[in-house]
């Protein structure tokens, strides 16, 4: 003989609907006013849920729920919902908040940045075979450092102004297309050197000289004395700086610092608005941030110095310190749901998710499809036809696997060139190809995570119907009062709950309510 189903207490009955005994806990736990051990109490919170659902029940009876604008609304608050479940808001946060983290210090680096061949990018094919003459170029430079040579020494002698380039740069969270680049300087200490950091583009090697407290920003207005030509002479030279030094002794003698930017300086970008710049380090030439970053107080004008634009005067305006994480936070989260940073986000989420569904990943099935995006390239029709006849398990989830060949499909029919994707190195064949997977590996347990929703999730279908009836509440009390005039709202919605009352018929079963002790 099968085991019946064991049936939940009903609480109450309203206009023929069973309104169970889980559904009435989950309203009253929203209800800070309700308490169980308090008669009186208990007694209130009844007769609000029992008007509550006869106003409900009118809804219904006037067929409101079968309204398209309604089923629209239904659906939008579905989704929302199903969302809540599919992301891990813990996990964003710590996330989130290591990149706010990040904002407080700045590396001060030197990089040593070994570009692919320019072919290669006019091909839009990269093999893991066309890099390894590169790598051995990065690789013989990083033994000459390891071995004694400095990093600037070495840089310098190797860049080329084509391929390879040696440069000094402060590092800010987003500012490298790949994040590896990033993700390897924050994670060295001053005077760390890095081996070959290869990334979609090319190789880096790298040098952290030391980390600094973010300054913040800081807004100045420029006059910019230039030099006549690219080449100026000595005479021109002298001329421009003697030009420099009259517009100082004006600026020192309390003329209006704007007016004499908009009347002197030669900055044709800035001068029609006053002059005014607002920088952070690394943003613009280093003579001048270093005179700006100087300016200790607001109103503080620096004396002429060069560059080889010309001799710069500045007067500090303004100065911003760096965000809070408060107001950092949405704009951080949004540039990691447009970037690779997309799979950081999501990452608290997805683990535990295969954690929950006993996620297996065959390595040696995916080995397979790594040696075949060696020789053709993932968006290739050769990649794609002789994937789609190769059927080893490619990943396990649940009692569900998934095949190579059904990874292929998925690559095949959600094109990782188009926008749908973010594809951090489309030129990579290996590096596409895994991001892809990733994608893959995403879809796979979001729709796993959301079929077993109401399995899983007793709460889910519970808010789900809290959705409805509050949707169908707000349209039946807006119909019936809250439309009418203020004054007259009071006496309507008595009058309102009068006619229910009377209209639809109720039990209350008091027995199972009594046994409720606390929520």
Known sequence: MEAKEKKEPVVMTVAGKDIPLSEFIFMAKKDNSVDFRNKQSVKNYVELYKNFKLKVADAEALTIHEAPRFEEEMEKLGLQLQQSYLTDKSGEDSVIRIMYERTKNIPVTKQIFFRYPQEMFELQRIYSTDTLAL????????????????????????????????????????????????????SMRPGDISGPVRCGTGFYLLKV????????????????????????????????????????????????FTALAIAFSDDSVNARNGGIIEFRLGELLNPFEKAGFALANIGDISQPF???????????TGRKPISSFEDDASYIYNMMQKSDRFFDLNRSFDERIKTRHGFVFHAEAYEELQRLAN????????????????????????????SQSLFVEYLQNRNPLSSQIHVS???????????????????????????????????????????????????????????RAVEEQEQLEAEWVKELNEKYPVTINWKVIKKIKKI
Not at 151 to 163: I, P, T
Not at 166 to 175: L, R, S
Not at 306 to 316: D, T
Not at 375 to 396: A, C, H, Q, V, Y
């Open 375 to 402: 020789e053709n390239f993932p968006t290739d029709s050769i990649f794609i036809s002789r994937g789609l006849d190769m059927e080893k398990t490619l990943i396990s989830i649940d009692t569900l696997e998934f």
């Open 209 to 256: 000289d030391s980390i600094i407290p973010n300054p913040g920003t800081i807004r100045v207005v420029h006059i910019l004395s230039a030099y006549p030509s690219e080449n100026p002479t000595d005479e021109e030279i002298a001329e421009t700086r003697r030009k420099s030094e009259e517009i100082y002794q004006k600026a020192l003698s309390n003329e209006d």
């Open 135 to 186: 790598f051995e170029k990065v690789n013989d430079a990083y033994t000459r450092i390891q071995n004694g040579e400095s990093f600037e020494a070495v840089g310098k002698a190797l860049s080329n102004g084509s391929d390879i380039y040696f440069f000094e740069k402060y590092v800010y969270p987003f500012m490298y297309s790949f994040k590896v680049v990033e993700d390897y300087i924050y």
């Open 306 to 316: 060069q560059s080889r634009y010309g001799y710069h005067i500045l007067k500090l």
């Open 425 to 483: 190195s489309p030129t990579y064949s290996l590096d596409l190809m895994q991001e892809v997977f990733d994608y893959f590996i995403r879809d796979i347990l979001t729709e796993v995570e959301k079929r077993s929703l109401v399995r899983d999730y007793p709460d889910y279908l519970l808010q789900l119907n809290e959705y409805y009836d509050a949707t169908l509440l707000f349209e039946i009390s807006n119909k019936r009062v809250w439309s």
